[in-house]
Each structure stands twice: as structure tokens, then as C-alpha cells.
């Protein structure tokens, strides 16, 4: 009797196992967690169910696609901030070279206008030199001449001009030691012509010109 009984209770966890074994199975099946749909294809008609599929289950996704993903925005930012940083880098070139090209033509700027300025000044130096050499000859000419000739010639000339010669007459009698002929011309000249060279003699310093 006893053993009749014990040989029940086998019976009945055995089933026991079966069916848990057997649902567990249906519910991971359900689930997409193990494939045998083929094998409980009929069960889930019977109860109006439908499988958990493969691609229902993985709807989203998956891992590796979203790591993909988060590498290529990552690498796609890198390159966003590296266009920046050229893009800047190439803005401050062109400052700089704009910077450059604005100083190199203020250098040129000052060095034609120096060059100008030379240009200039050795004109008029060249210019002074040779009026200064006509002047020594017309002073050397106006010597040797009588008096009333010289006298006569002077009038003739601007005024500035007579005055460079007569200042230009006293240097070179100084530097001979003779005798200044322009007291001797300034008598000779008519009273009003000599009046005013003489003022201007005194009020007017040496002239380049």
C-alpha cells in the first residue's frame, strides 16, 4: 500500500516537472528568448496567441548599431570643431596679412615720399648751386665792365637778383682784397632804383632763390 502510494506521488511530480518545463518553454518562447514557434505554433492558436518574433523583440536597435552610431556623431562633432578652429585659424592668417599688406604700404607710402623729399631738396640744391655759379660770373663780369655799363645792365635785372649779385660782388673783392665795386654802381644808379635796393639789402636776409 505504501509503495503504491510513493509511486503516485513519482507519477505526479513527474507531470509536475513536464508542465513547468513545457510552460517555461511557451513563456521564453513568447518572449523571443528561445525559438520554437514551429513547435508551439498550435498552442499559441489555441489560446489566440501570437509569438514573440525575432524582430518584433529587436524593434529597436541593436547595441552595436547604436555604439556606430554614437562613434560617427562623435567623430562628425570632432570634425566640427576641427573646421571651427581652421576657419579661425585661417581668419586670423588673413588679419594678419591684411595687417601686413597695410604696413608694407605705409612703408612703401613714406619711402616715395622721402624719395620725393630728396628728390626735391637735390633740385634745389642743384638749383642754388647753379644760380650761385651764375652769379659769381655775373658779378666776375660786372667788375671788369666800366662802371655805367654795369650800372646799366643791373638795372636792367629784378631786384633780387641785382641783390644777389652785389652781396656776391663784396665776397669776391673780400676774398681778392681789392676794393667792392657796388658803392660805385649804387652811385651810379638812379636815385629811387638804389633807395630800394639798398632797403631790401637791409631788411631781407640771403636768399636761395
Same mark, same amino acid.
Given at each position: 500500500m505504501a509503495r503504491s502510494g510513493g509511486l503516485g506521488k513519482s507519477i505526479f511530480l513527474l507531470f %509536475?516537472?513536464? $508542465?513547468? /518545463?513545457?510552460?517555461?518553454?511557451?513563456?521564453?518562447?513568447? %518572449?523571443?528568448? $528561445?525559438? /520554437?514557434?514551429r513547435l508551439f505554433a498550435p498552442v499559441y492558436k489555441l489560446f489566440g496567441l501570437a509569438p514573440q518574433t525575432s524582430q518584433t523583440a529587436s524593434s529597436s536597435k541593436p547595441l552595436s548599431a547604436d555604439l556606430d552610431d554614437d562613434r560617427l556623431a562623435k567623430r562628425l562633432e570632432a570634425l566640427d570643431i576641427r573646421k571651427q578652429e581652421l576657419d579661425k585659424r585661417e581668419s586670423d592668417i588673413a588679419a594678419v596679412e591684411s595687417q601686413n599688406e597695410a604696413i608694407a604700404k605705409e612703408l612703401e607710402d613714406r619711402k616715395k615720399s622721402q624719395e620725393e623729399r630728396e628728390k626735391t631738396f637735390n633740385n634745389q640744391v642743384k638749383k642754388y648751386d647753379d644760380r650761385n655759379v651764375n652769379i659769381e660770373q655775373i658779378a666776375s663780369y660786372l667788375t671788369s665792365m666800366p662802371p655805367k655799363t654795369a650800372v646799366a645792365q643791373l638795372i636792367a635785372m629784378d631786384d633780387q637778383d641785382v641783390i644777389d649779385i652785389l652781396r656776391k660782388t663784396d665776397e669776391q673783392a673780400e676774398a681778392n682784397k681789392t676794393a667792392s665795386m657796388v658803392s660805385v654802381w649804387l652811385m651810379n644808379m638812379p636815385a629811387d632804383k638804389a633807395a630800394v635796393i639798398q632797403r631790401k639789402m637791409a631788411n631781407k636776409p640771403e636768399s636761395l632763390d
Open positions: %509536475l516537472i513536464i $508542465i513547468l /518545463a513545457v510552460g517555461g518553454l511557451l513563456w521564453f518562447d513568447y %518572449l523571443g528568448v $528561445i525559438h /520554437a514557434k
